[in-house]
Nanobody, 121 residues
Framework: VQLQASGGGLVQAGGSLRLSCAAS????????VGWFRQAPGKEREFVGR????????GYADSVKDRFTISRDNAKRTVYLQMNSLKPEDTAVYYC???????????????WGQGTLVTVSS
């Protein structure tokens, strides 16, 4: 599975962005997908995840009620809708795929290249 994240950009605080994670490979629908982010000088952190069927999601406390993950397996794409963005959401955002239900980056075996989100105050 190859992943490519897109949709990042510059947005003002309070604004919204939608990131996309496009996958190649016919087995994409068998994988759980997670979103992670990494700010300068910080470790990569879990943002949220969605199961293979798209009917179960989980979020980090810092983004709960602001971010929503969805997927369209027919399009082999996972989305991260980000609302009410804050300057502390500024980071490079990555999507990743795994066969397990986990929030640890080490458990994800396929990674996209990342897309930069910058939130100005």
């Amino acid at each position: 599975v190859q992943l490519q994240a897109s949709g990042g950009g510059l947005v003002q605080a309070g604004g919204s962005l939608r990131l996309s994670c496009a996958a190649s490979g016919r087995t994409f629908s068998r994988y759980n997908v997670g979103w992670f982010r990494q700010a300068p000088g910080k470790e990569r952190e879990f943002v949220g995840r969605i199961n293979e069927n798209g009917d179960s999601m989980g979020y980090a406390d810092s983004v709960k009620d602001r971010f929503t993950i969805s997927r369209d397996n027919a399009k082999r794409t996972v989305y991260l809708q980000m609302n009410s963005l804050k300057p502390e959401d500024t980071a490079v955002y990555y999507c990743a795929a795994t066969g397990s239900w986990d929030i640890r980056p080490s458990q994800y075996f396929y990674w996209g290249q990342g897309t930069l989100v910058t939130v100005s105050s």
